[in-house]
């Protein structure tokens, strides 16, 4: 690790001085700080980043399994942007949908006044990595009062016969009033198995009175080791509604997270996960309530197979002089195996008083009843347990607005069934 190597990737893209000395204060706190705690998860030695910078080689395809349909999209293939579609009506509103270095162009001022508020990069080793090492990234600026009826989605491809660095920044914007959904794709393809890690960090700024649902399904591959962060910082009665599938192969750790900085502001984070063969998987769920009347709703459902872990941390903390906040969580993970670990961890922070708090959590298996039931009417072991599941999992994925996620999600599950040990 060098600081004339990101010094040098960062003068090469031209980057405005502002962000030259961002990266250069990140790697300087890079190890002076301690890695994010993760409740019960031991992920110290894992490869998080080889301190590398660099690009993916030029393509100008998308790959053929992508389906491109007319709504607003941006598809990233590595580092590289391969294609971008976005309406005329949406871009004489002042829309901006696409790389961060033609972001930077349009809106220069936009992106030097958000750009890292909502990830600060000092927070943790790996906040202050992403910033020193990302090498590319994406921005969705929706101007105050523009409400778009389309989703938009944007497909960033990991090429698994790359080693190059999968660090990935997105910044969206949700101006004042505004109102939009987002769908957000993260997938490795091709057949190679060359090693490599993910540093990602999604951030959202919702304004006041701004609407985001934001949908997500991440599927890299089992040769990728992965940090991803999502964090949203919502202002007076700003309102995102998160839907997260976590259906990776390979090791992962998970930091979504909502400020609900101001009064009346509300967050509702929905995350399925599914963990399989040695896979292990942390994630820490965080709702924190600094507004008045703010309102942070946490449900989480995972399934485990063989000997895969699986570990859900649910954290709702009330702020001093949060009146009338509300802090609710639900956990709950299915084993399909013996040797299948999980945990379960609900965790509540109150500093207020005249609040609403509650939390449940649960770990079991499936229910012998259930199984011979279906059983009992014809179904063979393996349809009765995927029937099981779905009605499990059943309840966050039909809350994600975009029906191709869905069956995307039950897809991976029946692939997950159909390929374990």
Known sequence: MTLENILAFSQGKAEPVWLQERRQKAFTLIDQLELPRIERVKYHRWNLGDGSISESPMTGNVPDFITLGDNPTLVQNGTQTVFEQLPVDLHDKGVVFTDFYSALEEIPEIIETYFGTAVADDQDKLSAYHTAYFNSAAVLYVPDFVE?????????????????????????IAGKESQFSYLERFESFGQGSQKASANISVEILAQDGSRVKFSAIDRLGESVTTYISRRGRLSNNAMIDWSLSVMNEGNVVADFDSDLIGDGSHADLKVVAASSGRQVQGIDTRVTNYGKNSVGHILQHGVILERGTLTFNGIGHIIKGAKGADAQQESRVLMLSDKARSDANPILLIDENEVTAGHAASIGQVDPEDMYYLMSRGLDKDTAERLVIRGFLGAVIIEIPVKEVRDSIIDVLDQKLATRN
């Open 148 to 172: 778009i009826e389309m989703p938009l989605e944007a497909i960033f491809l990991q090429d698994s016969d790359s080693d190059v660095p999968f660090n990935k920044h997105v910044l969206i």
